[in-house]
């Protein structure tokens, strides 16, 4: 027997289980009824039919695909030895990727900064190497290391890279440009001094480009650029300051923010200061007096930081990262290459 349009009041109490039918679309339900209801496994709702369309039944909460945010910072340049330009900043990436299937190894390898030397009449810095993360399944992403800054005598034009390196002026062929950064990670290096004292321009850093060097002073380094991907906002990738030879007037130029070692200091023979250590700052250029000679500063070390819902997280890792939770977020920093298996 069938009963159609039964009316109830008071309360009604039901036991047992009900199960919705699933349907990928509702195109594959033919002729439904005023409150018909099925669960959409493409949109993972339920939807209830009210006589002319379907509808959602109510808000529903809809879970979001589990993603693993990045920070992958290259290593920085060298500055130019003897008296050069700056070091380069390493490239800069943040963004996000899809949480890794189970059982998915990630490789991250964490670029080194490039060598500062001297040797003869002087030698350009070392560039700085890339940083990546990459695996099946992920979208592989790859910073690039910092260009190294040039060097008097040596070649005027400073090294490409994620940031270029600055460029060095050369008492034959003039100023020498600064070389070229890596767009959407970072900036040119600035030009050398063409005419007068020897001034050397800044290496780029990932937010600003570095300065270009005149008759008497040397070009500073490119800004970083700022990440809170650990919960601290913590700036980046900034270029080494240009070297300057005496008798200029004004001594070398300053790191950019973000790690960026300065210039040797104004009238000695002073090497360039190294940038700082898993931040990819450029190294500064070397300053010198009349006949001296010393080595542009080492470009710092990269580092590469990913983060993702505590709750998703339940890997394993090579390497020794620095792992912190807060609850919500789990943040695994990698100052040397390593893996980690989702």
Do not use: C
Not at 197 to 215: F, K, L, M, V
Not at 234 to 240: R, V
């Amino acid at each position: 027997m069938i009963h159609e349009d039964i009316q109830l009041t008071g309360s009604f109490q039901a036991s047992g289980s009900f199960t919705l039918p699933n349907h990928a679309t509702s195109t594959s339900i033919t002729n439904p009824t005023t409150g018909s209801t099925y669960n959409d496994t493409t949109d993972n709702v339920v939807k209830v039919y009210n006589g002319t369309e379907w509808v959602i039944v109510g808000e529903q909460f809809i879970p979001p695909t589990p993603i693993m945010e990045y920070l992958v910072v290259a290593g920085g340049g060298a500055g130019g030895g003897r008296h050069g330009g700056g070091g380069g900043a390493g490239g800069f990436l943040s963004g996000s990727v899809d949480y890794p299937s189970t059982g998915t190894v990630v490789t991250v390898t964490v670029g080194t900064g490039g060598t500062g030397l001297y040797s003869g009449q002087g030698y350009n810095g070392g560039d700085g190497t890339d940083s990546s993360i990459s695996g099946t399944g992920i979208t592989t992403v790859t910073s690039i290391g910092g260009g190294g800054g040039s060097s008097y005598d040596q070649n005027g034009g400073g090294g490409d890279g994620g940031s270029g390196g600055g460029g060095a002026t050369d008492y034959v062929n003039g100023g020498g440009p600064g070389g070229s950064g890596t767009a959407g990670q970072g900036n040119d290096g600035g030009d050398g001094s063409i005419t007068g004292y020897y001034n050397h321009g800044g290496g780029g850093g990932a937010s600003t480009a570095g300065t270009t060097a005149n008759t008497t002073t040397a070009g500073n380094g490119g800004d970083g650029k700022s990440s809170d991907i650990t919960g601290t906002s913590t700036i980046y990738a900034g270029g080494g300051g240009g070297g300057s030879h005496n008798p200029a007037p004004s001594g070398g130029g300053s790191g950019g923010t973000g790690g960026g070692g300065n210039a040797g200091t104004f009238g000695s023979n002073s090497p360039g200061t190294a940038g700082t250590a898993n931040t990819g700052g450029g190294g500064g250029g070397a300053s010198t007096s009349t006949g001296g000679s010393s080595a542009g500063g080492n470009g710092g070390s990269g580092v590469v930081i990913l983060k993702t819902l505590t709750s998703s997280y339940t890997g394993t890792t090579t390497g020794s990262p620095t792992v912190t939770a807060d609850g919500v977020y789990t943040v695994l920093k990698f100052t040397s290459s390593g893996t980690y298996t989702a």
